[in-house]
């Protein structure tokens, strides 16, 4: 990407300045949100949630930002609908017939593990990521025929694949 957003052809036609390098990792921008690190913002999606519908997605294998540590401060959520969601067992959903992770929604929050990828979910699944976006987008984030009834446990899925 960098290479890419570097060259001349690309420069021109984003009517971005040629003199201006882009770096995919900048310790200047590193060093000015040093002190955004690690802070939560749960808080703010309790009101979002009452408003918007919020997408929650995390690759199977994000040590990162993962599925147990994300679960973790979902179910502290002071939202109107948290139990129901705690609770919710997750579908399963397909690409190409392939299993590509689970999902669960209530109300509007969605959350989706994508099979197989890590901290990079569109790089490490870029079609499995396309789908998910485009559906979500579509409001009908839903497993396909022969998936729906195969429910998961999240507890099967955490560090082992799906099927």
């Known amino acids: 990407v960098q290479q890419l957003l570097n060259s001349s052809e690309y420069k021109t036609l ?3 300045d040629p003199r201006v390098e ?17 802070k939560s913002a749960s808080h703010l ?3 979002i949630l009452d408003v918007l519908p919020v997408l929650l997605y995390q690759g199977q ?27 919710l067992e997750g579908d ?5 017939d392939t299993p590509a992770g689970w999902n669960r929604s209530v109300s509007t ?6 099979r197989n990828a890590g901290h990079m979910v ?11 976006f485009d559906t979500w987008i579509e ?25």
């Open 14 to 16: 984003l009517q971005a």
């Open 22 to 38: 882009y770096l995919s990792c900048s310790s200047v921008v590193e060093k000015v949100l040093a002190s955004d690190t690690m």
């Open 45 to 47: 999606l309790e009101d």
């Open 61 to 87: 294998f994000d040590g990162q930002d993962g599925v147990a540590s994300n679960n973790a401060w979902i179910s502290n959520l002071d939202w109107e609908y948290s139990r129901d969601f705690s609770q």
């Open 92 to 96: 399963l959903w397909f690409v190409n």
């Open 109 to 114: 929050l969605t959350q989706v593990m994508i």
């Open 122 to 132: 569109p790089t490490d699944q870029p079609q499995a990521t396309q789908q998910l």
């Open 139 to 163: 409001n009908v984030l839903q497993p396909t025929p022969q998936a729906k009834g195969n429910q998961v446990q999240q507890s099967e899925v955490y560090g082992v694949e799906v099927l």
